[in-house]
Protein backbone atom coordinates (compact mmCIF):
# COMPACT_ATOMS: atom_id res chain seq x y z
CA UNK A 1 0.00 0.00 0.00
CA UNK A 2 2.80 2.35 0.55
CA UNK A 3 4.22 1.89 -2.89
CA UNK A 4 0.85 2.77 -4.05
CA UNK A 5 0.39 5.76 -2.01
CA UNK A 6 4.08 6.92 -2.65
CA UNK A 7 3.44 6.51 -7.08
CA UNK A 8 0.31 8.38 -6.30
CA UNK A 9 1.99 10.99 -4.41
CA UNK A 10 4.55 11.27 -7.15
CA UNK A 11 2.38 11.34 -9.98
CA UNK A 12 0.39 13.75 -8.63
CA UNK A 13 3.35 16.15 -8.15
CA UNK A 14 4.81 15.50 -11.35
CA UNK A 15 1.56 16.94 -12.71
CA UNK A 16 1.62 19.26 -10.76
CA UNK A 17 5.60 20.37 -11.33
CA UNK A 18 4.57 20.05 -15.66
CA UNK A 19 1.44 22.86 -14.63
CA UNK A 20 3.38 25.44 -12.73
CA UNK A 21 6.66 25.34 -15.48
CA UNK A 22 7.41 28.59 -16.69
CA UNK A 23 5.68 28.93 -20.20
CA UNK A 24 8.16 30.51 -22.35
CA UNK A 25 7.05 33.85 -23.81
CA UNK A 26 5.48 34.51 -26.56
CA UNK A 27 7.76 36.30 -29.17
CA UNK A 28 6.84 39.14 -31.23
CA UNK A 29 8.27 39.70 -34.34
CA UNK A 30 11.52 41.74 -34.30
CA UNK A 31 11.30 45.62 -34.77
CA UNK A 32 12.14 45.77 -38.53
CA UNK A 33 11.24 48.92 -39.71
CA UNK A 34 12.76 52.20 -38.34
CA UNK A 35 9.99 54.64 -37.19
CA UNK A 36 10.39 58.32 -37.94
CA UNK A 37 7.37 60.11 -36.12
CA UNK A 38 5.75 61.01 -33.23
CA UNK A 39 3.47 57.76 -31.64
CA UNK A 40 -0.23 57.82 -32.43
CA UNK A 41 -2.53 54.45 -32.67
CA UNK A 42 -2.42 54.52 -36.30
CA UNK A 43 1.08 54.70 -36.91
CA UNK A 44 1.53 52.27 -34.22
CA UNK A 45 -0.94 49.87 -36.27
CA UNK A 46 0.65 51.08 -40.30
CA UNK A 47 3.82 50.13 -38.63
CA UNK A 48 3.21 46.41 -36.72
CA UNK A 49 1.47 45.92 -40.35
CA UNK A 50 4.67 46.76 -41.94
CA UNK A 51 6.83 44.95 -39.78
CA UNK A 52 4.49 41.59 -40.72
CA UNK A 53 5.13 42.17 -44.47
CA UNK A 54 9.01 42.48 -43.27
CA UNK A 55 9.11 39.39 -41.63
CA UNK A 56 7.71 37.34 -44.78
CA UNK A 57 9.61 39.81 -47.72
CA UNK A 58 13.19 41.10 -46.52
CA UNK A 59 12.71 44.14 -49.09
CA UNK A 60 10.92 45.82 -46.44
CA UNK A 61 13.23 44.93 -43.84
CA UNK A 62 15.29 48.56 -42.71
CA UNK A 63 12.53 50.87 -44.60
CA UNK A 64 11.72 53.87 -42.57
CA UNK A 65 8.23 54.79 -41.69
CA UNK A 66 7.24 58.21 -41.27
CA UNK A 67 4.08 61.03 -41.56
CA UNK A 68 4.49 64.25 -43.68
CA UNK A 69 2.48 66.84 -44.72
CA UNK A 70 1.16 66.05 -48.32
CA UNK A 71 -2.00 67.00 -50.49
CA UNK A 72 -5.19 65.59 -48.90
CA UNK A 73 -6.13 63.35 -51.84
CA UNK A 74 -2.85 61.12 -51.19
CA UNK A 75 -3.24 58.80 -48.32
CA UNK A 76 0.48 57.69 -48.68
CA UNK A 77 3.66 57.30 -50.72
CA UNK A 78 6.68 54.89 -51.21
CA UNK A 79 9.61 56.39 -51.85
CA UNK A 80 13.25 54.67 -52.02
CA UNK A 81 13.55 53.01 -48.72
CA UNK A 82 10.64 55.21 -47.15
CA UNK A 83 6.77 55.00 -46.44
CA UNK A 84 5.16 57.90 -45.55
CA UNK A 85 1.62 58.60 -44.65
CA UNK A 86 -0.36 61.73 -44.52
CA UNK A 87 -0.42 63.33 -41.48
CA UNK A 88 -3.71 64.68 -42.04
CA UNK A 89 -5.31 61.44 -41.35
CA UNK A 90 -3.05 60.07 -39.21
CA UNK A 91 -4.13 61.58 -36.10
CA UNK A 92 -7.26 60.64 -36.31
CA UNK A 93 -8.68 56.68 -37.32
CA UNK A 94 -12.43 58.48 -37.66
CA UNK A 95 -11.26 60.48 -39.91
CA UNK A 96 -9.07 57.69 -42.29
CA UNK A 97 -11.93 54.73 -41.59
CA UNK A 98 -14.96 57.70 -43.21
CA UNK A 99 -12.79 58.22 -46.06
CA UNK A 100 -11.13 54.35 -47.09
CA UNK A 101 -14.89 53.79 -46.30
CA UNK A 102 -16.38 55.88 -49.42
CA UNK A 103 -13.37 55.42 -51.44
CA UNK A 104 -14.45 51.70 -51.38
CA UNK A 105 -17.83 52.31 -51.66
CA UNK A 106 -17.03 53.47 -54.47
CA UNK A 107 -15.49 50.72 -55.87
CA UNK A 108 -12.15 52.69 -55.93
CA UNK A 109 -10.10 50.24 -53.19
CA UNK A 110 -11.01 46.29 -52.80
CA UNK A 111 -12.92 45.41 -49.63
CA UNK A 112 -10.76 45.37 -46.56
CA UNK A 113 -11.13 42.11 -45.32
CA UNK A 114 -9.92 41.59 -41.81
CA UNK A 115 -7.89 44.67 -42.30
CA UNK A 116 -8.35 47.97 -40.82
CA UNK A 117 -7.94 50.80 -43.22
CA UNK A 118 -3.80 51.59 -41.71
CA UNK A 119 -3.38 47.96 -42.02
CA UNK A 120 -4.44 47.80 -45.62
CA UNK A 121 -2.84 51.20 -46.74
CA UNK A 122 0.11 49.75 -44.85
CA UNK A 123 0.04 46.77 -46.56
CA UNK A 124 -0.77 48.76 -50.10
CA UNK A 125 2.42 50.55 -49.86
CA UNK A 126 4.88 47.94 -49.05
CA UNK A 127 4.02 46.26 -51.88
CA UNK A 128 5.21 49.23 -53.91
CA UNK A 129 8.59 48.98 -51.75
CA UNK A 130 9.19 45.06 -52.54
CA UNK A 131 8.04 46.10 -56.43
CA UNK A 132 10.57 48.53 -56.66
CA UNK A 133 13.72 46.67 -54.94
CA UNK A 134 13.34 44.14 -57.00
CA UNK A 135 13.94 46.57 -59.95
CA UNK A 136 9.64 46.20 -61.36
CA UNK A 137 10.22 42.21 -61.69
CA UNK A 138 6.90 41.76 -60.47
CA UNK A 139 5.32 44.82 -62.72
CA UNK A 140 6.67 44.13 -66.04
CA UNK A 141 5.63 40.01 -65.14
CA UNK A 142 2.25 41.73 -65.03
CA UNK A 143 2.25 43.98 -67.94
CA UNK A 144 3.60 40.65 -69.67
CA UNK A 145 0.58 38.72 -68.56
CA UNK A 146 -1.75 41.28 -68.80
CA UNK A 147 -1.06 43.94 -71.25
CA UNK A 148 -3.06 46.99 -70.57
CA UNK A 149 -6.36 45.19 -69.98
CA UNK A 150 -9.04 47.67 -68.54
CA UNK A 151 -11.58 44.44 -68.44
CA UNK A 152 -10.04 42.80 -65.38
CA UNK A 153 -11.96 42.63 -61.60
CA UNK A 154 -9.69 44.73 -59.80
CA UNK A 155 -10.31 48.06 -57.84
CA UNK A 156 -10.66 51.55 -59.61
CA UNK A 157 -7.42 52.36 -58.21
CA UNK A 158 -6.02 49.95 -60.34
CA UNK A 159 -6.68 51.70 -63.24
CA UNK A 160 -5.44 55.12 -64.84
CA UNK A 161 -7.16 56.59 -67.89
CA UNK A 162 -8.97 53.38 -68.38
CA UNK A 163 -5.71 51.37 -69.08
CA UNK A 164 -4.32 48.90 -66.60
CA UNK A 165 -2.01 50.83 -63.88
CA UNK A 166 0.51 47.96 -62.74
CA UNK A 167 1.95 49.34 -59.87
CA UNK A 168 -1.34 50.16 -58.74
CA UNK A 169 -2.47 46.94 -59.44
CA UNK A 170 0.12 44.97 -57.74
CA UNK A 171 0.09 47.41 -54.57
CA UNK A 172 -3.92 46.57 -54.58
CA UNK A 173 -3.96 43.33 -55.01
CA UNK A 174 -1.01 42.90 -52.56
CA UNK A 175 -2.95 44.44 -49.78
CA UNK A 176 -6.64 42.61 -50.79
CA UNK A 177 -4.45 39.63 -50.74
CA UNK A 178 -3.49 39.95 -47.02
CA UNK A 179 -6.23 41.39 -45.77
CA UNK A 180 -8.18 38.26 -46.80
CA UNK A 181 -10.58 39.67 -49.20
CA UNK A 182 -8.85 39.20 -52.63
CA UNK A 183 -10.97 38.03 -55.40
CA UNK A 184 -9.63 35.32 -57.95
CA UNK A 185 -8.03 38.40 -60.15
CA UNK A 186 -6.24 39.74 -57.16
CA UNK A 187 -5.41 36.68 -55.91
CA UNK A 188 -3.70 35.87 -59.10
CA UNK A 189 -2.14 39.23 -59.23
CA UNK A 190 -0.35 38.55 -55.68
CA UNK A 191 1.13 35.40 -57.18
CA UNK A 192 3.12 37.79 -59.21
CA UNK A 193 5.15 38.90 -55.70
CA UNK A 194 5.49 35.06 -54.98
CA UNK A 195 6.52 34.10 -58.64
CA UNK A 196 9.34 37.41 -59.38
CA UNK A 197 12.06 38.00 -57.48
CA UNK A 198 14.24 40.22 -59.90
Not at 65 to 89: C, H, K, Q, W
Not at 141 to 148: E, I, P, R, S
Request: net charge negative; proline share 6%.
Amino acid sequence: MGVLIFKKVTALLSALLIALAPVAPVLAPPNLVDKAFTPNPVMSEITAAINQVAVKYSEVRGITVTEVDIMPNVYAYASGRLIAFNRLYTPNVDVLNALMASDIGAGFHPALGRCTPAEFLAYHESAHIIDRTRELAPRIAMVVKYGQRSDLDLSGYSFRGGMLNPGEALAEAFAATLCGSANATEREVYTLFTENHG
